[in-house]
């Protein structure tokens, strides 16, 4: 560790800033927009991170030796100090409300000295140094709920279980999504629910969303990953087309060059446009980002595929992508039954079958993935097969398969 | 505030119960208690997607502060009439401590801020790292701005072609495998490149994330156009009393992330030996003690992960540097390719900043519009990139495998004699 990391560490206080009252008219005062770089602070990056840091945490840094899961949700660390700390981490819903915010807040004020902190997939983690502390914090979370009875606090999310769900904004926030992203996940985590809290799984299983191919949530590299796509190409509205777009960026910006430039009448005025030869169109999307005039989104058109076996940790086996199993589910809100259907199958299945430390991915690998469709009931289909590039990588070009169900003797 | 339109939103009710938090409980709890009519209106437009089945946001809208060219996402309802309370609902990023950390004080603060600004809904946190604040219009902007660099000491993170905001795992503030000052780091970089990352001059977005060890929470393989990853170079630190422990069952394998099933006794054979990818450990039954052959150890960690009382990373540390991570628009998902095997990181990390520089220059002197480094890495040929771009070393390591094909583009400098030839020459010795 570097001397200098760890002293500047040690110094760094937390700002006295955040102590003085907030001032909701100050804002007004300073900014002037005939003047706007008046009273302008710009580029002064994040608040120092070791400000934030529990006493613990930054007497420790760099000192721990080794952790202990010693119940699900509850992380012991210990340091060469002889000190430990217990990370209690909770789920939380990501999408949350500023009196949620004051809650964890009154929480980390109880038990943590202030201090908490979030996870990259969107748990909440508490910190104490003694047993009885740690007790306290349980109970007390366990017993935290909102108005119809969902727990605000959930304890979980550690070693062989369902961790939380990194998500996108779907329907919430995105111009752009095929399907919604809280809805969905919420769903899929009530029926889950049991494997968030417990250790029952063979490895973690990393489940994430993205609500549309542009995949704010990077789900490519998940144990299971909910995608939103779309199945009906753009349409074109001509007559605002011109107006909206670049329309040399919108062919570019299609990577099949489905698109093409055109020109029509309209009320006896020509119109810069475009057409697109739906043949072509993989549904990407892209046009769409780049041209507000090319509309995708279909209540029909629009759902979900299923894509699993991805990982990100090195871990055994390399990091690898996400597989498409199951190429479209439609819509079902507000509580999409066939999506948690099928990801409460395929998670049980691995379960049942896979081997202690064996990700999803692995297993599947491991059984083939003819056996994988098989054991999981999923129907296989012609969708399931590349026809993108380097899908050749994925052809089998070896007698190495097995006599799943699939083969009928011709 | 007596004039409070709430909006029937059955299918939305829907997601009240089951044990999972509900957002649907918490945006209704604080709508009533604060009477804003921004939730109820974001709810009532919500139930109208779930009837339609499809979003009922507007494209864009390019809104933000003053000299920035990010940071700040324009969002516009297309339900304007029925929800004139969220018509303009743009996003705020406001950039992250490194591995997010907070104090009580300082979100405190932050939520009154948003009660009296915007919409008081939030995302703890956005997928590239960000706080988020979700929902405000554009009048609200540069107080927002004002409010968060004089009264909070915070800023804006990235949007857009910019630098993104960089994140990082917990790192060794509360782990011992991290390789690496993952926050320092981070912190660092995100100081040195404000400019970067407020101001586009990209031609698409350029993603950092500093992930401690190959574990790598922080996804950084697989989202980062550069992806720095803890490792070691020298042996696994080997505490023989504390294997035999786990042998022996007094302690518990994988810290005990398996507890709630019974997978039998710990098998040292097993589970660790028989699973090691590169077969360079052995268990000696009879002595009791456990060999690595670290020259052939890959750095996996799943021995480290199953035995984290007795295997540590070694002491001589650094990072690997990785490139070329996206999602799969356009040509596809990709996965960063490793650049540099080891680089010892150490402030000021000049020697990465000059690798980074380096990458940026050439990027934004040939990257098309919206092509991601990744793509670039790949029209131009890794071959190319390693050696012609960067400089470095052609190696073993740069490949999981040698290419199959034999069209290598031969320069003519490598040529003997050059490609300069007389055909009349050749047809002396070789009649047509």
Request: charged share 25%.
């Amino acid at each position: 560790m570097s001397d200098k990391v760890y002293e500047e560490i040690q110094n760094t206080q937390l700002d006295e800033i955040f102590s003085k009252p907030y001032d909701p008219e100050l804002a007004e005062k300073l900014y002037n927009p005939q003047k706007p770089m008046e009273n302008r602070i710009t580029d002064i990056g994040p608040p120092h991170y070791a400000q934030f840091f529990p006493p613990v945490i930054k007497k420790n840094y760099g000192k721990w030796v080794s952790h202990e899961i010693i119940q699900p949700g509850v992380i012991k660390y210990k340091s060469e100090t002889g000190d430990v700390v217990y990370a209690v981490r909770v789920g939380c819903a990501r999408l949350v409300t500023t009196d949620y915010i004051r809650e964890v807040c009154e929480i980390a004020d109880k038990y943590c000295d202030g201090y908490v902190r979030w996870t990259t997939r969107n748990n909440i983690e508490f910190h104490v140094t003694d047993e009885e502390k740690l007790r306290a914090l349980l109970d007390d979370l366990k017993g935290r709920k909102f108005p119809n009875g969902s727990y605000k606090f959930p304890v979980g999310g550690t070693g062989a279980s369902v961790t939380n769900i990194v998500h996108t904004q779907g329907w919430v926030h995105c111009h752009t999504p095929a399907i919604d992203a809280s809805g969905v996940v919420k769903a899929v985590m009530d029926e889950l629910f049991d494997y968030f809290g417990s250790h029952k799984l063979p490895a973690q299983v990393r489940i994430a969303l993205a609500c549309c191919l542009n995949m704010c949530g990077a789900v490519h590299c998940s144990d299971i990953a909910i995608l939103g796509i779309h199945r009906k190409p753009p349409l074109v509205e001509d007559d605002r087309l011109q107006h909206v777009c670049e329309i040399p960026l919108v062919v570019a910006a299609c990577p099949l060059g489905a698109i093409k430039p055109a020109t029509v009448e309209i009320d006896g005025e020509k119109k810069k446009t475009v057409r697109v030869n739906k043949e072509r169109c993989m549904f990407c999307g892209n046009c769409y980002t780049m041209c507000p005039a090319m509309p995708l989104a279909d209540g029909e058109g629009d759902g979900i595929a299923i894509l699993v076996g991805g990982k990100i940790s090195n871990r055994i086996s390399p990091p690898k992508f996400s597989k498409l199993v199951i190429p479209f589910i439609p819509n079902e809100p507000p509580r999409w039954p066939t999506t948690v259907k099928w990801i409460k199958k395929i998670l049980e299945t691995y379960a049942q079958h896979a081997r202690k430390y064996e990700r999803l991915g692995e297993w599947a690998e491991r059984i083939g993935w003819e056996r994988f469709f098989e054991l999981c009931e999923i129907p296989f289909t012609e969708k399931s097969i590349d026809d993108y590039r380097l899908a050749y990588d994925t052809y089998r070009t070896s007698l190495h398969f097995k006599f799943t169900s699939h083969v009928e003797p011709m | 505030m007596a004039d409070i339109k709430k909006h029937d939103t059955p299918m939305v009710d829907e997601l009240k119960g089951g044990p999972w938090p509900s957002f649907v409980d918490d945006i209704y709890s604080y709508a009533e208690k604060h009477q804003k009519q921004a939730c109820f209106d974001l709810m009532g437009q919500l139930e109208l997607s779930y009837k339609h089945k499809e979003t009922h946001w507007k494209h864009g809208g390019i809104v933000g502060v003053f000299g920035y060219g990010g940071g700040v996402i324009g969002r516009y309802s297309d339900q304007q009439d029925k929800f004139p309370a969220i018509w303009a609902f743009h996003t705020v990023r406001v950039n992250q401590p490194a591995s997010k950390w907070y104090h009580s004080s300082a979100l405190r603060k932050l939520c009154e801020m948003w009660d009296h600004r915007g919409s008081g809904m939030l995302n703890t946190h956005g997928s590239t790292g960000d706080l988020v604040l979700l929902g405000t219009v554009t009048e609200q902007l540069e107080p927002i701005f004002f409010d968060l660099t004089h009264q909070m000491n915070m800023d804006l993170g990235g949007s857009g072609s910019n630098l993104r905001t960089p994140s990082c795992c917990v790192g060794k503030a509360r782990c011992e495998w991290s390789c690496i000052d993952t926050q320092a780091l981070c912190y660092d970089l995100t100081m040195t490149y404000q400019d970067e990352l407020h101001r586009p001059a990209f031609p698409y977005k350029f993603k950092f994330k500093i992930s401690g060890c190959p574990n790598d929470c922080v996804a950084a393989i697989a989202r980062a156009d550069l992806s720095i990853i803890g490792t070691w170079i020298d042996d696994i630190r080997i505490d023989q009393e504390a294997v035999r422990a786990y042998v022996g069952g007094e302690l518990k394998p994988n810290a005990g992330a398996h507890s709630d099933r019974d997978w039998g006794p710990f098998d040292i054979q097993k589970e660790v030996i028989d699973l090691c990818p590169t077969q360079c450990m052995h268990w000696d039954e009879k002595e009791k003690k456990l060999y690595i052959n670290n020259k052939e150890c890959n750095r996996c960690m799943h021995c480290i992960n199953v035995m984290p009382e007795a295997l540590r990373p070694g002491t001589d540390t650094g990072a690997t540097i990785l490139m070329g991570a996206k999602a799969p628009i356009l040509d596809g998902a990709q996965l960063s390719t490793v650049i540099v095997p080891f680089m010892r990181l150490e402030p000021p990390y000049d020697n990465l900043k000059e690798l980074i520089e380096k990458t940026w220059d050439f990027w934004m002197e040939n990257g098309k519009n919206r092509e991601r480094l990744g793509e670039l890495i790949q029209r131009i040929g890794l071959n190319r990139f390693i050696v012609d771009v960067l400089g470095l070393k052609p190696i073993p390591q740069h490949v999981r495998e040698p290419r199959s094909n034999p069209y290598v583009f031969w320069k003519e400098e490598e040529v003997e004699g050059g490609w300069d030839r007389d055909v009349a020459e050749f047809r002396k010795r070789h009649p047509a």
